[in-house]
């Protein structure tokens, strides 16, 4: 099993501009979760999804922010404009069922200049 | 929600020595607690969890202990090694579907 996959794995753009984070969960697991890790705040969950479906969006920092879940292989994190303060790791994690372990991809992380 | 608190934010130990991370959660349906351990720029993985039917759960070098009653639980590394230095997070979970992860322990073995 290749684990949870993400992509890119460093991504630096410029203030403005729309940035993709994408993330491949582990085949079969039917729970996807989105977090961003910073020094200052910590592992923050910022919504998951339960087959495909959005179910708790709540740690949305804001409307520039919006994750997709089009299939059970592929989602989406979404930053349009982005800001230097998005500037973080973005880990993606899937697991197979309520109270199942949960594997964490490689992160991708994001600097905004 | 549930609320999980991990203490200490640091910890520096000689090698040899045990260290020990604690954590406290509000919510009483919680029942699964695992234990990531995260090496500077890499990904956080698990390295073992404990379930409410279970007061005590250990492989090799690691433990961890669950007191429901209390709302707590802890993680014991004996005979530290450099390479265990890392943060180290706890997490809780009910039956449900999220994490609620503490704040980390960044964990130093001297050597």
């Known amino acids: 099993d290749a684990g949870v996959i993400q992509s890119p794995r460093h991504e630096v753009t410029e203030m403005g501009q729309e940035v993709t984070l994408r993330c491949k969960p582990i085949?079969?697991?039917?729970?996807l979760f989105w977090y961003r890790q910073t020094m200052m705040r910590g592992l923050e969950l910022l919504i998951y999804?339960?087959?495909?479906?959005?179910?708790?969006d709540s740690g949305m920092p804001e409307d520039r922010f919006s994750a997709k879940m089009p299939n059970a292989s592929f989602s989406t994190l979404k930053i349009q404009p982005s800001e230097p303060r998005d500037s973080a790791v973005y880990f993606c994690?899937?697991?197979?069922?309520?109270?199942?372990?949960?594997?964490f991809g490689p992160g991708t992380r994001l600097l905004v200049l | 929600g549930e609320n999980v608190e991990q203490h200490p934010s640091t910890l520096s130990v000689q090698e040899g020595d045990s260290a020990v991370i604690k954590c406290t959660y509000s919510?009483?349906?919680?029942?699964?607690f695992p234990w990531y351990k995260q090496e500077l720029g890499k990904r956080p993985q698990l390295i073992i969890d404990?379930?409410?039917?279970?007061g005590e759960k250990k492989d090799q070098r690691i433990a961890v202990t669950l007191n429901k009653t209390a709302k707590h639980f802890s993680l014991h590394i004996t005979e530290t090694q450099p390479e265990d230095s890392a943060v180290y997070f706890c997490?809780?979970?009910?039956?449900?579907?999220?994490?609620?992860f503490g704040t980390g322990t960044s964990l130093t073995v001297i050597p």
């Open positions: 994690a899937s697991r197979r069922m309520p109270g199942g372990t949960q594997y």
């Open positions: 085949s079969g697991h039917d729970y």
């Open positions: 919510d009483s349906a919680s029942n699964y």
């Open positions: 999804f339960n087959n495909n479906v959005p179910i708790d």
């Open positions: 404990i379930r409410s039917n279970v």
């Open positions: 997490a809780a979970s009910d039956t449900g579907n999220q994490f609620y």
